[in-house]
């Protein structure tokens, strides 16, 4: 397959599903992430979809044109884009579209509940840290779209992007060492100009949560760190992980589950939840998707 084919069947998904993941696009086309990488870059830069952290999400224009109308008093995100279908954006029988809107629709709506029940817990007037996180990302676009006035600090690039000049937020960026893979500043420098900031509450990512050993870990250690630096630095932090999350292992610790005031999650496995409540860890259970 030709790349401008490529990338017209990704634009033809991303449209359909409101939401798609490098992953999953790399192997339903057979190619490498870093090819998936470079198609979403330059579909991006033509404005023809929004790069998010993982993969991309369509137009904000596009999903108003494609969504019912909803009550303003309390933010959506991208609940629409995730439940919207597009008669014209049919994909070609040679794409398994309906396997990647599975995967991808499930794994977004799974973060999307957690975010959801992450907004609850923030407050007029909180300063919060957002880490580098998929479900952060997600969390920054409620944040957007509702009304509490808050101080944001984050060393992610997208929520950078999706908070600035927004009336009721104060959006600040941690400077750093850039991950371009990552699309966020880690890394010692990032730690050090962490360092004399105190925040009311952090919303934290992982990479994987291992019950067993209560640890929580990340597949960068220079990701790690700077979360390690700010639980230090937070008066309340809270541990977001889809139950997806459970099952997966990083190869740095940069926290115990103890570290945190509390678990937010939409796990449903009766083991896992066993787990969390033998160690005494606070669990937030995830709001359901909206209708």
Known sequence: MFRRERRQKILDIVRREGHVEVENLARLFGVGVDSIRKDLQDLAKAGKLIRVYGGATRLDDEK???SSSH???APHASTNAAHATDAQGDVSPDIDAQRLGQ???ANYLARLA???RAY???NPGDSVFLDVSRT??????LIAEGDKKVIVTTNMIDILRTLSNLPHVT??????YLNVQLNGFVGSATVSLLEPLLFAKAFIGASGVDLDRAAVTSNNIDSGSVKERVIHNASYKFLLADEAKFKLRGAYRFASLSDFSAVITDAQDPEVLRKLQMLAIPT???LPPLQ
């Open 64 to 66: 108003d044109a494609r």
């Open 71 to 73: 009550a303003k008093h």
């Open 103 to 105: 995967g991808s629709q």
């Open 114 to 116: 957690v975010a959801r």
């Open 120 to 122: 609850l817990e923030i």
């Open 136 to 141: 952060n990302a997600i969390l920054a676009r």
């Open 171 to 176: 959006a600040l960026g941690t400077g750093g």
């Open 284 to 286: 937030l259970r995830a």
